[in-house]
């Protein structure tokens, strides 16, 4: 596995991928068994994988939340060397957003609700972070969790309006053994906490199998909050969507999705089904 650390390095070693089909896998790090799913993805879809570990810092709407954010290189590395990548780029702040960076991608359809309200620019770092790793690594596949669902449809979007010749993938969610979805955050819950957590699955399960049986939308959402409410949890949405342009459905439909962000102690879960 080559690791490369300046952007120099990481072009060399991209140059002997250049005859071969290469997947990337864009990730912030602190790396866990959802990121390796990817990767495993990744490896099936193409001849060579590409992982980068940048912490944008354009993503995040709180100087706090980014300087919080775990940072677990020699771990990772050798996570990803145990998985066979190829290449792996830790870009410096300069490689990817140089002196006088100006240029920022505004983004709008399945951005504009949920953690677009709640995250005000968050969807434009993430974009104007990807289309860069994009341009600079010209990857032909790029995956991405489905933890994530409201990133993956922008990206989807930004892709196809600005024609990008890269096919995206999205990666089932991977869960702990009591269902919580898997995430970088999830070492900051309290033992408490993550007992509690493995509820905010349950209900999403059992609000799916309410809205398949022709339950009232309305009412096994209410419930659904109220529920997660009753236990600690302080619910920032809990709704069903388009799944595709996260519009809010009153029905239940082909293509929906039920989406949820939800606090517990000091860590902001989101999970979706």
């Known amino acids: 596995m080559i690791v490369a650390r300046t952007l120099q390095e990481f072009l060399q070693a991209r140059a002997g991928f250049n005859d071969y089909s290469v997947a990337l896998v ?13 990767v495993k993805r990744a490896k099936e879809l193409s001849h060579y994988c590409i992982v980068t570990i940048f ?21 990772d590395i050798r996570l990803l060397e145990q998985h066979h990548v190829d290449l792996v780029w830790l870009p410096r702040v300069g490689d990817i ?7 920022h991608i505004t983004v709008g359809g ?9 995250r005000p620019g968050h ?9 860069r790793l994009f341009s600079l690594i010209k990857p032909h596949i790029a995956c991405f969790g489905e933890k994530d669902w409201q990133q993956l449809q922008v990206i989807h979007r930004m892709v196809e309006d600005l024609n990008i010749p890269i096919s995206i993938f999205g990666v089932p969610i991977v869960r702990e053994t009591d269902g919580l979805a898997k995430s970088s955050r999830n070492r900051f819950l309290s033992q408490e906490d993550h ?12 609000s799916h199998q309410r809205l398949l049986n022709g339950e009232v939308v309305a009412e096994v959402l209410q419930d659904a909050v109220q529920q997660l409410s009753d236990n600690g949890f ?9 799944g595709q342009s996260l519009c809010r459905i009153t029905e239940w439909q ?18 979706n089904i």
């Open 254 to 271: 082909q293509n929906a999705r039920l989406i949820t962000a939800a606090k517990l102690g000091s860590v902001r879960l989101l999970d």
């Open 26 to 38: 864009p990730t912030m790090g602190a790396l866990h068994e959802g990121h390796m799913a990817l």
């Open 123 to 131: 969807f434009s770092g993430v974009a104007t972070v990807v289309y």
């Open 55 to 75: 912490v944008n810092q354009l993503q995040f709407d709180q100087q706090e939340d980014f300087t919080r954010y775990p940072k677990t290189e020699e771990q």
């Open 97 to 103: 957003y140089p002196k006088d960076f100006a240029t």
């Open 110 to 118: 399945p951005s504009l609700l949920w953690e677009g309200e709640k």
């Open 234 to 242: 302080e619910v920032d949405y809990f709704n069903a969507v388009d």
């Open 195 to 206: 007992q509690k957590s493995a509820l905010l699955y349950k209900v999403l399960k059992r």
